[in-house]
């Protein structure tokens, strides 16, 4: 049997085990066999992607059954592998593999895992076929997938009134990218009379140029396709302006954060966009728009994320911040650059995800920053680990030599430079500040969490604890207050636990990707079109030009670092006072950036609010105020009407005979109602 | 393909099983209707395997001339196929669902499903204009009594409602076979089908034939009949009502108003785009604030039953064959939701939304099964839903991208009432101490909502079996309306091409 088969559908078969026969198999049996079956793709998967780097493997597809077909349509189940497929099945069975593995320990105490465990196998399955999708409705099925398992996964808490909220937003704001890819596929459908995605590719180029008629304007074809289908990116992607989701989703299990919310799904759209490179390329207003949405989220997110206090937040704006770098890099053309970060970030950030779990765990779970301090003793792996995962993201490194993001993170910036268009100079520089505020907030979130003095007595989640409060649910909860001020000092008497190996086992492999994932790839990610081998539309001039930009665009990365290292010092670890100081006398930029730009707030008022006005303005004085009211009536009178009309009209037997029936109806009816009261 | 009369026998073995359920006790009903409506199923089936799709538009012809001008001719097309095999497969679990909620008058209760199983298989079968009427028509007389009957609490105003309405309809188009038969001299259906009626015939004619279907959609505005008559039946009517009776003006419009009057159709595009798209904004909106589990389902339909009348009037292949995906599609899973509606409704005896909450914990089952047809309610891929949406919103867009982008909001807005919905029924904690108490499915239950489940999930990812059946004939009615069929807004005009690669090029190297 194929391997691809094995690797995409084992999972799907492990997720029905566990969740539909998980009450008679056990916990520990259905958590094996989802487990297994992510490490056995991901077993199956390496050799697949080393294939590619190691150069002259063609890509193939395998069919499985046909699916829809209807006239010129024909859309069939299929998997498709070539190297942008490869990356990103290592990328999903290799941390949906190690984030199964952690669960056994960090969900350890849950009663629902058959549930847990079958949900993550379902999400593997619907990304992987995503990733594999030879057609742009099988694309969508793993689009709808993983929002499915998303949805289920956010909400896995079901009780918690806003875990029941975060799902039921992360899946209605999808819908709202969904109803912009929905359009580009019929779009493109009535475009090019198919919805292969090769067969699209090859004919884009010759579509350029064109017109058509879209909502009674007359408008680039290529344009308005790509941006539905960018629509359904953001959406997805959480980009900004369809971001809202992506923070509230983290009242999710942290691993379900880090697999699904840091790691695949979220990167979904920048693998959409880079598999459609070729059709991106034909519409420059496209590109350009990929670009600023990009670099607005980068630089957006990063200023929210530098005034959260919930330690996983802090966490998911940086996602969604370093999802702008990947959009950005995509829209310059620099589809290599956004597929290397997109790689190298799946392991950092899921690192850093799964490590904030670990201290989670240790806190018993508070989540907020504000209540930790001096951990770094008590769980000292995971402190080492997180500073890994701090020098990946932040892009540390010298002379050709870093972590993870130093190779990723610095090829985006320099690319956006390179391609010397205005966007993209626009661009480098919303990075380059947004890259400050990634450094300033992480390490900020490393010296809240490991350094100072401990705050842990003033939480709550301590206290229940320490008393063993048996009423209280063992689970997460997102930060609670705005009080600027920190706690009072003190451990309260509680001493935080390092994880058991189960976790740690897998955060430490995912140290080693955020160490090495950079050092080993970057020459065939970013500089090698064979590597690509036309999967996306490589462009080796930009890729030859970003090794050609100034002395100060190369260091632009490395010195926003330190610049944003030094403020975090300054402000967490050498006078401690000083971060409260600034809050006070910026209040106004303060509560602006903390409360999120006031985006859910905006939306509310635009949009559900009057929504369900207009749906009880409908229900109450339409249906019942006026059709009710006039309609009924309406329709007696009609009937008298219709049956003098009858009269006159009949001419024979079969119109008596109708309308006979017609009485008859009316009598037999009514007689047997009244008869039966 | 045998020999035997099968239409006919369709037919007649519910009739006879209600005419003898008349004068046996209840628990020999309830067995008699299951043991009918089962073998109703396994002729069903017959069809579908003895049914040859590359055969003959018409198959299993029967023609049995009748006085006064009616005559008894039946035969169906891969169309009436799956709607037949649609009814069929709901109607055993319409008995089911009724086994232990109707306790008065069940003999009466059975008779009438199975009249009503016996008319609206007929409404499939016949090719005689008048058989078709009485069939149609006579579909009304069991409905509205077990609305009248067997209903809530204001059962009298709903079923008077419902009949009310569907009568203006009826009437209308009563009128209009009377003058179509006169004007093309025969009652045959087939015959109509292929008559070329005068444009200024056709105008009147396809608004009375409107009128009828429209009600029978139901579409905005007239539309509010359906959430009465939805609250007040029982769960088993409910079902029957959103499983076929409105397949009855899918069917009505795919059958007659296309083929017969393509001219009018295409003239009245507008009219029915403009009116689909108005009915998924608004009563998307109106079900997301209702407070009835019923009704806010009755909603939906509407919205759903939108996508048809989209699909059927984009003049395309993909619209037609998706607007009849949608049909069976919406038949099983609105008829599914129904159920389990009726499911908590059976223990708790209140469709207030309010009064649930948190099922998850104690009918983890149910919540399972829940989930699955909400997802398909919702359209997602994998589930039936999607098949038919995405087909009938694709034709639709093909000739009317505005259309389609309203159309499309569809999928958002649904996505928000039926989340919500499961959201205040499934998760959360119990708001009252009955619900927390609620026992899971018991076996009868799944018996009756598995085979729904399966249905779902292989319409959605195989539908083949089902296209395969209405290909040629969809083929045959798009051959019969392409003359008249409207110019898509794309006309995409070609540019001059670029080359095909490295537009970035030039900028790369400056």
């Given amino acids: 049997m194929e391997p691809l088969i094995v690797i995409v559908f084992a999972p799907l078969l492990a997720a029905l085990i566990a969740g539909l026969f998980g009450r008679w198999i056990g916990a520990t049996a259905a958590k094996a066999i989802t487990t297994g079956a992510l490490f056995l793709g991901a077993a199956l998967s390496w050799p697949i992607f080393l294939s590619y780097i190691a150069g002259g493997a063609q890509s193939q597809v395998v069919p499985v059954l046909e699916w829809i077909n ?52 379902l999400f593997s399955f619907a990304m992987l076929m995503l990733v594999t999708a030879d057609n742009l409705v099988q694309m969508f099925f793993g689009w709808e997938g993983v929002g499915l398992a998303s949805y289920l996964l956010i909400g896995f808490w079901y009780h918690k009134p806003s875990a029941n909220a975060a799902a039921l937003k992360a899946f209605v704001v999808n819908r709202i990218g969904d109803f912009g890819f929905s359009l580009g596929i019929f779009g493109t459908f009535l475009v090019f009379g198919t919805l292969s995605i090769p067969a699209i590719l090859e004919a884009a180029p010759q579509m350029a140029g ?22 359904g990116a953001m959406g997805k992607s ?31 759209g920048v693998f959409m966009v880079c598999r459609l490179s070729p059709m991106f390329e034909t519409s420059e207003t496209a590109l350009a728009t990929v670009v600023y949405v990009g670099a607005a989220t980068a630089f957006v997110a990063a200023t929210i994320g530098t005034a959260q206090n919930d330690i996983k937040r802090v966490i998911a704006y940086s996602t969604m911040s370093q999802l702008g770098y990947m959009f950005f890099a995509a829209g310059v053309g620099a589809y290599g650059a956004a597929m290397f970060h997109l790689f190298t970030h799946a392991f950092f950030k899921a690192l850093l995800f799964l490590g904030a779990g670990s201290v989670i765990h240790a806190m018993h779970h508070e989540q907020d920053m504000r209540f930790y301090g001096a951990l770094r003793k008590e769980i000292p792996f995971t402190f080492w680990v997180m500073v890994i995962g701090t020098l990946a993201i932040t892009g540390v490194g010298i002379a050709g030599i870093g972590f993870a993001g130093y190779h990723s993170k610095d090829a985006i910036l320099e690319s956006a430079w390179a391609s010397g268009s205005v966007h993209g100079v626009i661009a480098f520089w919303l990075g380059a500040i947004a890259a400050l505020l990634t450094s300033f907030y992480s390490w900020r979130l490393i010296f809240l969490t490991f350094f100072g003095a401990p705050r842990w007595a003033a939480s709550e989640h301590i206290q229940h604890g320490l008393h063993g409060d048996p009423d209280h649910p063992d689970e997460e909860h997102g930060d609670s207050s705005n009080d600027p001020h920190m706690p009072p000092t003190g451990t309260g008497g509680y001493h935080p636990h390092e994880s058991p190996l189960t976790m740690l086992v897998p955060i430490g492999l995912l140290a080693l990707g955020a160490i090495a994932s950079g050092f080993l790839f970057h020459d065939y990610f970013l500089d090698s079109a064979v590597f690509w081998h036309g999967s996306i539309a490589f462009d080796e001039h930009l890729a030859h030009a970003m090794h050609g930009v100034p002395a100060w665009v190369k260091y632009s990365a490395t010195i926003a670092m330190l610049v944003g290292l030094a403020i975090a010092w300054h402000n967490y670890i050498r006078r401690p006072s000083a971060a409260a ?48 009211r006039f309609g009924p009536h309406g329709a007696a009178y009609a009937v008298g009407v219709g049956n003098r009309l009858t009269y006159r009209l009949q001419s024979g037997y079969v119109y008596s005979y109708a309308l006979v029936m017609l009485l008859g109806l009316v009598g037999a009816a009514s007689w047997a109602i009244w008869w039966a009261r | 393909m045998t020999d035997l009369p099968l239409l006919t026998i369709l037919i007649a073995l519910p009739l006879l099983a209600a005419f003898a359920c008349l004068f046996v006790s209840a628990g020999a009903a309830r067995w008699i209707a299951l043991a009918a409506t089962l073998a109703n199923l396994a002729i069903g089936i017959i069809l579908w395997i003895a049914y040859d799709p590359a055969g003959a538009q018409w198959q299993f012809v029967e023609s049995l001339a009748l006085r006064g001008g009616i005559a008894w001719v039946l035969g169906i097309d891969g169309i009436a196929l799956v709607l037949i095999l649609l009814s069929v497969f709901l109607m055993p679990i319409c008995i089911g669902a009724s086994w232990r909620a109707i306790d008065r008058r069940v003999p009466e209760y059975m008779a009438a499903f199975l009249l009503m199983e016996s008319l609206m298989l007929g409404v499939f079968a016949a090719q005689d204009l008048f058989l078709f009427y009485v069939f149609f028509e006579g579909g009304l007389i069991p409905m509205y009594m077990i609305i009248g009957i067997w209903g809530g609490a204001e059962r009298i105003k709903a079923s008077y409602k419902f009949f009310l309405y569907t009568l203006l309809g009826s009437v209308l188009m009563l009128i209009a076979m009377i003058y179509m038969v006169s004007e093309a001299g025969t009652t045959s259906i087939p015959a109509l089908m292929a008559h070329d009626f005068p444009m ?172 699955l047809f909400s997802m398909a309610a919702v359209g997602l891929p994998g589930t039936s839903g999607f098949v038919g949406e995405f087909l009938a919103l694709l ?106 690669a490295g537009t970035h090029a030039p900028e790369a190297a400056h």
């Avoid at chain 2, 939805?230 to 076929?244: E, K």
């Avoid at chain 2, 089902?466 to 009615?477: H, K, S, W, Y």
Wanted: glycine share 8%; with cysteine; proline share 5%.
């Fill in chain 1, 70 to 121: 209807s006239g010129d349509l024909r859309v069939a189940w299929e998997l498709r592998v070539d190297t942008l497929t490869a990356v990103m099945l290592v990328v999903v069975t290799t941390v949906s593999s190690l984030v199964h593995l952690y669960s056994w320990g960090y969900m350890a105490q849950d009663p629902g895992q058959p549930r847990f465990f079958a949900y993550l196998s």
């Fill in chain 1, 210 to 231: 064109s017109t058509i008629g879209f909502a009674g304007m007359r408008v680039d074809t290529m344009t308005v396709l790509c941006l539905l289908l960018f629509v």
């Fill in chain 1, 238 to 268: 959480a980009q900004l302006g369809l971001h809202t989701w992506l923070p509230d989703a983290m009242e999710g299990p942290t691993p379900v954060s880090a697999l699904i919310h840091a790691a695949t799904m979220v990167t979904a």
């Fill in chain 1, 581 to 628: 100081g600034f809050v006070r006398q910026f209040s106004g930029i303060h509560a602006f950036v903390k409360n999120k730009w006031y985006f859910d707030e905006l939306y509310d008022t635009i949009f559900v609010r009057p929504s369900l006005w207009l749906g009880r303005l409908f229900w109450k004085g339409g249906d019942e105020g006026t059709i009710d």
């Fill in chain 2, 200 to 371: 200024d015939a056709q105008k009147w004619l396809w608004l009375a034939f409107f009128a009828s279907f429209a009600v029978k959609m139901p579409m905005w505005p007239v539309h509010t009949w359906l959430p009465d008559a939805h609250v007040q039946a029982p769960t088993a009517g409910s079902v029957i009502l959103a499983g076929v009776l409105l397949k009855l003006g899918g069917y009505g419009f795919i059958r007659f108003s296309l083929p017969m009057f393509p001219e009018a159709s295409a003239m009245y595009v507008p009219l029915v785009f403009v009116l689909s798209g108005i009915a998924i904004v608004y009563t998307s909106l109106v079900a997301l604030v209702q407070r009835d589990m019923k009704k806010l389902i009755a909603y939906s339909s509407v919205a759903h039953m939108a996508f048809v009348t989209f699909g059927l009037f984009a003049f395309n292949r993909q619209g037609i064959e998706g607007a009849m995906i949608v049909m069976l599609s919406h038949g099983l899973v609105s008829g599914a939701l129904f159920l389990v509606v009726g499911v908590i409704y059976d223990r708790l005896h209140t469709r207030e939304i309010a009064a649930y909450g948190g099922l998850s914990n104690n009918m983890p089952g149910y919540a399972l099964l829940f989930m």
């Fill in chain 2, 395 to 500: 034709g639709t867009y093909r000739v009317s991208s505005w259309a389609a982008i309203v159309a499309t909001t569809g999928i958002i807005l649904g996505a928000a009432y039926m989340l919500w919905l499961y959201w205040r029924i499934c998760f959360g904690v119990a708001r009252t101490p009955e619900a927390a108490v609620m026992r899971d499915l018991s076996s009868r239950e799944w018996l009756l909502l598995a085979p729904i489940a399966a249905g779902v999930l292989w319409m959605g990812i195989y539908p083949e079996s089902f296209l395969r059946p209405i290909r040629a004939d969809v083929g045959r009615l798009l051959e019969r309306v392409e003359r008249a069929a409207p110019p898509g807004d794309a006309q995409l005009a070609r540019g001059a091409a670029r080359p095909a």
